[in-house]
C-alpha cells in the first residue's frame, strides 16, 4: 500500500515522505494514530507541488545565507559583553547565540550558530578572530568583545 507520512515515523520515514508499506501496518497503525493518509493520485501531485516549492524556498535561503556570509567577509564585528576583571577576563563568557545574533544584525538576515565552529564561549575581552562558512563560501570576520555594564 502506498502511504504519505504526515509525522516522522522511526524505521519508516521523514514527513511527507511516499513510502510503500504492509496493508496491515497502515491499516492497524500508521492511519488509526494519524501518522499516515492513503496515497492518491490527487495527493501525489499536492505532495509533489509542495516539494518543489520547498525545494525551491530552500535554495532561495541557501542563496540568502551565501549573500550574508561574503557580506561579512572581513567585517569587525562589536559585542559589549558583561563585567570583566581588571585582567580582561570576562565574568561570563559570549556565547554562539549571542555571536548569530550580532551577525544577523550586520548581515541583515537570520543567521544560526551553525554557521560558525566556536568550541567554547569567549571569555576574554579583545579581539577575535571567526571564521564562517556556508556551502563552499567562507568567509573571515573580526569579533570585538569589549566589557560591558
Known amino acids: 500500500m502506498q502511504i504519505i507520512l504526515i509525522k516522522d ?3 519508516v520515514g521523514r514527513q511527507f515522505d511516499l ?25 501525489i501531485k499536492a505532495l ?7 525545494a525551491h524556498l530552500h535554495e532561495v535561503s541557501e542563496q540568502a ?9 572581513g567585517a569587525k564585528i562589536t559585542i559589549k559583553a558583561g563585567k570583566a576583571s581588571e585582567s580582561g ?3 561570563k563568557g559570549v556565547n554562539a547565540e549571542t555571536i548569530a545574533e ?3 544584525k550586520i548581515a541583515g538576515a537570520k543567521l544560526s550558530a ?22 563552499d563560501v567562507s568567509a573571515e570576520c573580526t569579533l570585538v568583545v569589549e566589557a560591558g555594564e
Open 9 to 11: 515515523v522511526p524505521k
Open 19 to 43: 513510502k510503500n508499506v504492509a496493508d496491515g501496518f497502515a491499516l492497524n497503525f500508521l492511519f488509526p494514530k494519524g501518522l499516515a493518509e492513503l496515497a492518491t493520485k490527487d495527493k
Open 48 to 54: 509533489e507541488a509542495r516539494q518543489a516549492e520547498v
Open 65 to 73: 545565507l551565501v549573500t550574508a556570509v561574503k557580506k561579512l567577509d
Open 89 to 91: 577576563s570576562l565574568y
Open 102 to 104: 550580532a551577525l544577523s
Open 114 to 135: 551553525d554557521i560558525f565552529d566556536l568550541a567554547h564561549p569567549i571569555k576574554t575581552i579583545g579581539e577575535h578572530s571567526l571564521t564562517l562558512h556556508t556551502g
